[in-house]
């Protein structure tokens, strides 16, 4: 599977962005997805991840309450909404898939290219 981010830009602090993850070459709903942020002299941390059906979710702590991870199987597309967004947010943020059923918070197999957020004070 192929898989297309979008949906960074530059934002202030407080504000929303949503991003877009569109797959293709697969089965989509056979995977369970990811949204990967890294930021610069940092690791790369799993952000958000969703089951295949989208009945199952998971966060980290740092964004639970704040961003919502969801996805259309019609449309081959999973979505991150990042509210009220902070400075540390700022990162490359990437979506990943991974044949599975359940939410995933380990290791993905298939990886999109990244889309940039920034968060200005």
């Known amino acids: 599977v192929q898989l297309q981010a979008s949906g960074g830009g530059l934002v202030q602090a407080g504000g929303s962005l949503r991003l877009s993850c569109v797959a293709s070459?697969?089965?989509?709903?056979?995977?369970?997805m990811g949204w990967f942020r890294q930021a610069p002299g940092k690791e790369r941390e799993l952000g958000a991840a969703?089951?295949?059906?989208?009945?199952?979710?998971a966060y980290a702590g740092s964004v639970k309450g704040r961003f919502t991870i969801s996805r259309d199987n019609a449309q081959n597309t999973a979505y991150l909404q990042m509210n009220s967004l902070k400075p540390e947010d700022t990162a490359v943020y990437y979506c990943?898939?991974?044949?599975?059923?359940?939410?995933?918070?380990?290791?993905?197999?298939?990886w999109g290219q990244g889309t940039q957020v920034t968060v200005s004070s």
């Open positions: 990943a898939a991974e044949p599975s059923t359940a939410v995933v918070a380990g290791l993905y197999s298939y």
């Open positions: 070459g697969g089965t989509f709903s056979n995977y369970s």
């Open positions: 969703i089951s295949w059906s989208g009945e199952g979710t």
